[in-house]
Nanobody, 123 residues
Framework: QVQFVESGGGLVHPGGSLRLSCSGS????????IGWFRQAPGQEREGVACISSFDRKTYYADSVKDRFTISSAGAKNTVYLQMNNLKDEDTAVYLC????????????????WGQGIQVTVSS
């Protein structure tokens, strides 16, 4: 069973950048489609981006398109989320999971969640 650990979060000013890492163990991540999600206090978990295990295509939520980039480093068994031009509304706990990726990721299609990492965007 695959297990995930997220890292790279923290506090950043609006307009700044962070790169999150989703490190997998237990199985080769190249066999899984991986998605990034986020959950702000009092809000439902929402999909951010995903990368398909089949053709390595990537999909994004409209709110992060052109600002966030998902990529994978197969040899390191890690999937990254590069976040640029961060906004206050990007503040949330970010989590990765394994599931389906044929469009903007949907929570109910994912499993094997990591613990999550806090990202705070504030001046």
């Amino acid at each position: 069973q695959v297990q995930f650990v997220e890292s790279g979060g923290g506090l950043v000013h609006p307009g700044g950048s962070l790169r999150l890492s989703c490190s997998g163990s237990g199985e080769d991540l190249r066999g899984y489609s991986i998605g990034w999600f986020r959950q702000a206090p009092g809000q439902e978990r929402e999909g951010v981006a995903c990368i398909s295990s089949f053709d390595r295509k990537t999909y994004y939520a409209d709110s992060v398109k052109d600002r966030f980039t998902i990529s994978s480093a197969g040899a390191k068994n890690t999937v990254y989320l590069q976040m640029n031009n961060l906004k206050d509304e990007d503040t949330a706990v970010y989590l990765c999971g394994a599931g389906l990726c044929s469009g903007s990721p949907r929570v109910y299609e994912y499993d094997y969640w990591g613990q999550g990492i806090q990202v705070t965007v504030s001046s």
